[in-house]
């Protein structure tokens, strides 16, 4: 809309006093270049704070436009030079001499043309404020409406349906101005100015309009509608409709309805009423997981289905073997002696007995591939507690240690221990992370040991094979279904994919892992029993889709066609509101159900789509990512304390370090009432662990290669964490081998698969992160169909895959993305929404304090304190005291006491935090034992003794450990050995251990990081009741502070 001297499209206003717009405001797609502060890299103010609102309120004005090609701002390369535009783009001053002569007026026009759709002319339409008149394809005007000046707020709006474009003053309509529109292609909103001085602010539709245009909308779409619905259908029409009715009733398994249906409109039925009948009862199997019973049930009732089709054949077998696996998991969870009950929202607990040194407690615990096997040769090398245990009495151990380094792998993640190191699969692990493994030598003493326990290994042998016997069907059974795959060529991606996660749970022992499955989930039942509807209509020569439904789909493709030929009737369609009277989702195309009710199905369909709509909604929010300073994912570093660390000196959000989703669908939540936390934790590894005070601006990053595993983790999770963070950008082997992380940037499809799945169960908002490709146009296309999957944000880093730190950031590659997309991208310095940062939050955590950075020593302190309220885990505590010394780690004494330190309490010690430490255990301690003397059991002894991790390492040799020695003095004594319990406290899942011995029972509550470590304190806490503590060598209990 050309304007000499006039306003332009939308509202604008000489002083903003609408929209209260200004020179400092910044771009309203986010950060531009130069519009950070100093102040803690806090972003400058955008045009509209919520960008999700703003792209609601534009899309509401143009209905069915693409978003990306909608004017919202003032294009700086297409103005007159008298003209100077604000840093915002929404500010258009006049800087020329206004001589008021004809060659001194100036115009400029946005940055992209109305949507032709939306009923804008390319010719010349403008409303004067120095006259109040009208001007179209002249230069001559009518008188139209009043004058207009500083204060005044105008807005100009299109009708195409009544081809009329209107004005209006300070939120009045002025009237109709033109009746005559025509050759609506390219129309650019445009702003004139002319006298010196002169500012105008524009809205484009990102803030809410002084005028409501709403019943102008609402007058148009009825106009539409009421044509429609004019039309006059021949009578033909109405046995037409009546079949499609029947056939979609038919299709969808409404069989009393539809035989009603047909019988009053004297129609004979598509299908009969018993066939539809049997595939109901067949649906209805699968949705109960009775998959045997299913493929029973169709073997019968369709001898061939299963020989004409394989793939349903296949994928109901699947189901079936997952169904096999967790039936034997439930019976051995219901065959279990140890049970955790609960009682008004208290964990009871429950021990864990074992009747020889020994103990096999852990096993309970832990999978049997962990097992040291009953069976193993005389020359195996044993772990150093296994033989502490089984061969007390040996005395020819050589010790062997191996240097393990301070990978992730090769410490426990989670749980914390500050006593330096953990036990686990039978190895002690040193705190300075050597591994030491003791080879035993063989002799007659120790067989003599073994049968006088009463146990031999031929038993346990024997007694293994017969606990193994119960797989043998399901193995047999997985080699069918393998067999079966086989014979059917070009398998589809998802149907391997499927095949190899069913086969899979074969290796889940612990039935809550079954209990959270993705395929035991309402989701993948559904999913399955579509498939098995559609296989059997297909059987029977039927289409599994009904023609209506059919028509429904065709009538988007159609709204596509009308808008490209530039009909302008079609943004004011919607074949929904006209069919169902009401703006509500389509007919679920695809459901069977079991009521006969179809109004009522129809309902429930609805409410089930808009709960999904909701979540969609939910995923999509923007807000939570907008104008942020953001702390990376890092892995071993982006843990409780260092992510809490960075909260308080300012950071907006913080990411947690990627996390695989089996590893997180195969844990259990736990609300830690020790620590206030809660906690997700797969035995006694604490994988994540979730303060309160940082729930609503935590992002969890996930490693998933699949839309089921994706969908699942957002189900488990649910609000327990501020967002959710897919990681495509991983470029480490393991990602890659995974098909994770970058290995997903050119698999388009596999990114949609993913992404459409977890926003469409997620309860938080939904984000990816990943690296720009090889190519910039593939990138643009790649966060194009991302953005199409309704995330929220999209973080980019500007390297490629086979790219690291050397290699130079690809700004302007940034930069484009964040001008194709319009949700925020987070990134650096490249005129996107937020910034985020890795390296230096890690070595400078300070770095994100208003008031700058702090010195290294009191990022180091603060560190630590948050660690030791945390209970983070020792080595975890060490690698990130490492990484803020830098180098300072041999010029700083405090460093090099950090490097030598074996447990958290060194580290504290050298930092002069140790009274912190103290003060966290004991907090720690008094919540564990606040349970009443009354609830204790009465005939126990109790010690509250404990020992750091590492005495057992620095024990003189293997059999001068607390369990060893009392042993030996059973056996000299000849009394009965000791029998040892533990159980596993649900607040912090850490153990605690008692033994019975001499006819009394001794216990610790000292949480242990493992049972053996529990066994150990009990027997220390033996030693001390029965007066024997003398016999053990050396100082054991941790000397308090």
């Known amino acids: 809309m050309l304007m000499n001297r006039g306003l332009p499209i939308g509202d604008d206003s000489s002083n903003s006093n609408d929209d209260e717009m200004g020179e400092e405001v910044a771009s309203s797609r986010g950060l531009s270049d130069d519009s950070w502060c100093s102040d803690g890299l806090k972003p400058a103010t955008t045009f509209e704070e919520n960008e999700r609102l703003a792209r609601e309120r534009l899309l509401s004005l143009y209905p069915r436009a693409e978003f990306k090609r909608l004017p919202r701002a003032w294009n700086k390369n297409d103005k007159y030079h008298f003209l100077d535009i604000s840093h915002s783009s929404l500010r258009v001053s006049y800087k020329g001499n206004g001589k008021q002569q004809q060659k001194d007026a100036a115009s ?69 101005a033109s009746r005559e529109l025509e050759h609506i292609d390219d129309l650019y909103p445009t702003i004139g100015l002319q006298t010196t001085g002169e500012v105008v602010d524009a809205n484009f539709g990102q803030r809410p309009f002084r005028f409501d245009i709403r019943p102008e909308m609402e007058t148009a779409r009825a106009k539409v509608s009421g044509e429609i619905l004019a039309i006059q259908l021949p009578s033909e029409k109405t046995d037409w409709m009546n079949k499609l009715v029947s056939s979609w009733m038919a299709c969808e398994g409404y069989s009393k309805s539809m035989a009603s249906f047909c019988n009053a409109a004297k129609l004979v039925p598509e299908e009969g009423e018993q066939s539809i009948e049997t595939r109901k009862e067949i649906v209805a199997l699968v949705l109960s997981r009775r998959s ?10 369709y001898p061939d289905i299963f020989v004409l089709n394989k793939n349903i054949a296949l994928v109901l077998k699947c189901q079936q073997f997952v169904e096999m696996a967790a039936e034997i998991a439930r019976q051995d969870a219901l065959a279990k002696p140890v049970t955790i009950t609960s009682s008004n929202g208290q964990s009871m607990p429950s021990s864990v007995v074992t009747p020889r040194l020994d103990s096999q407690a852990e096993d309970i615990e832990a999978p049997p591939a962990r097992r040291t096997p009953p069976f193993a040769g005389d020359d195996m090398n044993v772990p150093v507690d296994m033989q502490m245990e089984e061969e007390p009495c040996s005395s020819s151990a050589v010790l062997v240690s191996t240097r393990n380094g301070q990978s992730a792998e090769d410490v426990k993640n989670g749980a914390g221990s500050a006593d330096g190191g953990s036990i686990d699969d039978g190895l002690i692990l040193g705190a300075d992370g050597d591994t030491t493994i003791i080879e035993e030598e063989n002799t007659e003493d120790e067989e003599d040991v073994e049968v006088e326990d009463g146990i031999r290994r031929e ?77 059997i209509l297909e059987f029977g020569g039927r289409s599994p889709q009904s023609q209506l439904s059919r028509y429904f789909h065709l009538w988007a493709k159609m709204q596509s066609e009308l808008s490209s030929a530039k009909i302008p009737h079609c943004a004011f369609t919607d074949v929904t509101q006209l069919v169902f009277g009401a703006p509500v989702p389509p007919i679920n195309t695809c459901s069977t159900s079991n009521t006969s ?54 950071a907006d959000l913080c990411y947690t370090e990627e996390i695989i989703d089996q590893k997180l669908l195969s844990s259990k939540r736990i609300v830690n009432n020790a620590l206030g936390t809660i906690d997700y934790c797969v035995v006694d590894d604490i994988i994540l662990r979730i303060a309160p005070r940082e729930q609503k601006r935590c992002v969890l990053q996930i490693g998933t290669n699949s839309g089921n595993n994706a969908a699942q983790v957002a189900k488990m999770i649910g609000t327990d964490v501020a967002a959710i963070d897919v990681n495509m950008g991983c470029p480490k082997p393991f990602s890659i081998h995974c098909g994770m992380g970058a290995a997903l940037l050119k698999q388009v499809d596999k990114v949609k698969e993913i992404l459409t799945s977890l926003t469409s169960l997620s309860q938080v908002p939904v984000s990816c992160k990943i690296r720009v490709l090889d190519d910039p146009s593939e990138t643009l296309n790649l966060v194009r169909e991302i953005e199409k999957c309704g995330v ?73 304190d948050l660690a030791c309220e945390y209970d983070e885990n020792y080595t975890m505590t060490k690698y990130v005291v490492q990484r803020i010394l830098g180098g300072k780690q041999d010029s700083d004494p405090r460093g090099r006491q950090t490097v030598l330190a074996g447990s958290n309490l060194e580290i504290c010690r050298a930092w002069g935090t140790e009274n912190k430490y103290e003060e966290c255990r004991r907090n720690r301690l008094r919540k564990q034992c606040k349970r009443s003397l009354e609830e204790e059991p009465a005939d126990y002894e ?44 649900e607040e912090d899942k850490r153990y605690e251990g008692s033994v019975e011995v001499m006819g009394k029972r001794f216990r610790s509550r000292k949480g242990q990081p493992n049972i053996k470590m529990a066994e150990q304190v009990a027997a220390l806490a033996a030693l001390i009741g029965l007066n024997l503590r003398h016999l053990l060598i050396g100082e054991w209990e941790e000397q308090q502070l």
């Open 108 to 176: 400029t026009r946005a940055d992209y043309p109305i949507p032709p759709q939306c009923g804008w002319d390319r010719y010349s339409y403008g409303y004067h404020g120095d006259d109040g008149n009208f001007f179209s394809f002249s230069g001559n005007g009518v008188s139209y409406g009043p004058k207009f000046t500083t204060g005044d707020v105008i807005g100009c709006g299109v009708n195409l349906v009544n081809k009329t474009i209107f004005f209006t003053k300070n939120g009045v309509h002025l009237g109709i």
């Open 292 to 301: 045997a019973e299913a493929i029973s049930r169709m073997e019968d009732a």
């Open 792 to 864: 929220a944000a999209l973080g980019v880093h500007g390297r490629r895959r086979d790219e690291r730190d050397p290699h130079p950031c690809r700004i302007d590659e940034i930069r484009e993305v964040a001008r194709t997309v319009s949700i925020p991208v987070i990134a650096n310095e490249t005129g996107a929404s937020s910034a985020m940062i890795a390296r230096k939050a890690l070595s400078c955590p300070s770095v994100f304090r208003k008031e700058g950075v702090l010195p290294f020593d009191q990022d180091v302190v603060n560190f630590l």
């Open 459 to 535: 038993e346990e042998a024997a007694a293994c094979a017969v606990e193994y016997q119960k797989y043998n069907e399901v193995i047999e059974f997985g080699r069918s279904i393998h067999a079966l795959s086989l014979q059917i060529p070009n398998l589809s991606g998802n149907t391997k994919a499927l095949l190899n996660d069913s086969l899979a749970t074969i290796c889940l022992l612990d039935y809550s892992q079954f209990e959270s499955h993705h395929l035991l989930s309402d989701e993948h039942l559904h999913d399955l029993a579509k498939q098995t509807a559609a296989a």
């Open 942 to 985: 109790y010690h509250d003794v404990t020992f750091p991790l590492k005495r057992l390492k620095d024990a003189q040799n293997a059999h001068a450990t607390p369990k060893c020695v009392l042993f030996k003095y059973c056996k000299d004594m000849e009394v009965e050995v000791p029998v040892y319990a533990s159980h596993r406290r």
């Open 597 to 650: 009710n179809p109004a009522a199905a129809e309902d429930n369909n609805m409410s089930v789509k808009t709960s999904a709509k909701h979540v969609m909604s939910v995923a999509g929010d923007s807000s939570l990512y907008a104008n942020k300073i953001i702390m990376a994912p890092m892995v071993r570093a982006g843990r409780t304390p260092l992510r809490l660390l960075a909260l308080d000196y300012g």
